[in-house]
């Protein structure tokens, strides 16, 4: 999954999370709805989705409207002022929103662009944050370990989490609550479970949430209509 900071398009974050047990019919309601970059239903039915949006309230009295409830936590992250991209930045994130492990071939076919321009500008974005790859999480992989999200909610650090629950990644982080979202390999769900019991218990941690996905969608035409928007604002800009 392409993940773009949402200050490019001078967009909050914010991460809203339901409790309760939702049908694939309600998780598709939500996804339909105005600013949703994803949706996370998971394995015992609740949902946890993203907006990009400039009008929290409004975005989320509309969710609330599909889902019947309000939000039970919410983490937001306010859009910051950013430096601006160039058409040929927006272009790339563009190529990539469908497929974001696409070829490098592929990506010089996709954009039109040289490799030394591709290769400049996707390693800034990259670097930068501008732009990042999550993984769809929740799954097992070949050899058995489990890949997990936990969503640690207090101002420990990254450091004092590793110490604790090993090989992890911070995916993303919120200000408002402190709130950190990690990824992390266990061998077992038992080594899973005794982790998070000794996390809990840590200086700095309100409370831990390990929850596995169902079902990922991934709105690829929001990404595609704010990447372009952009593309055009800037191209009339041009002819001025």
Request: charged letters at 30%; glycine letters at 4%; hydrophobic letters at 40%.
């Amino acid at each position: 999954m392409l993940v773009i900071d949402s200050s490019v398009f001078d967009r909050d974050d914010v991460l809203l999370f339901f409790d309760g047990e939702y049908s694939r019919k309600t998780v598709l309601a939500a996804f339909a709805a105005a600013d949703v970059t994803w949706v996370a239903w998971k394995v015992d039915g609740r949902i946890h989705l993203r907006l990009w949006t400039k009008n929290e309230r409004e975005a989320t009295a509309n969710l609330t409207k599909i889902l019947g409830v309000r939000p039970s936590r919410r983490a937001f992250k306010p859009r910051k002022r950013q430096a601006p991209l160039s058409i040929t930045d927006l272009s790339i994130m563009d190529a990539l929103v469908d497929n974001p492990k696409v070829t490098f071939g592929e990506l010089l076919k996709t954009t039109g662009l040289s490799p030394k321009t591709v290769r400049k500008h996707l390693n800034l974005l990259l670097e930068t944050k501008t732009i990042s790859i999550d993984p769809l999480l929740g799954a097992l992989t070949d050899s058995g370990e489990l890949i997990y999200p936990l969503v640690v909610d207090g101002s420990v650090s990254m450091e004092d989490v590793r110490k604790i629950m090993g090989e992890s990644a911070q995916t993303h982080h919120t200000l408002e609550p402190p709130m950190k979202h990690v990824l992390c390999r266990a061998s077992s769900l038992a080594d899973v479970i005794s982790k998070t019991r000794v996390l809990e218990k840590a200086q700095g941690v309100n409370y831990v949430t390990i929850t596995l996905n169902r079902e990922v969608l991934v709105s690829t035409d929001l990404r595609h209509s704010l990447i372009r928007e952009e593309i055009r604002k800037l191209g009339k800009n041009r002819k001025k």
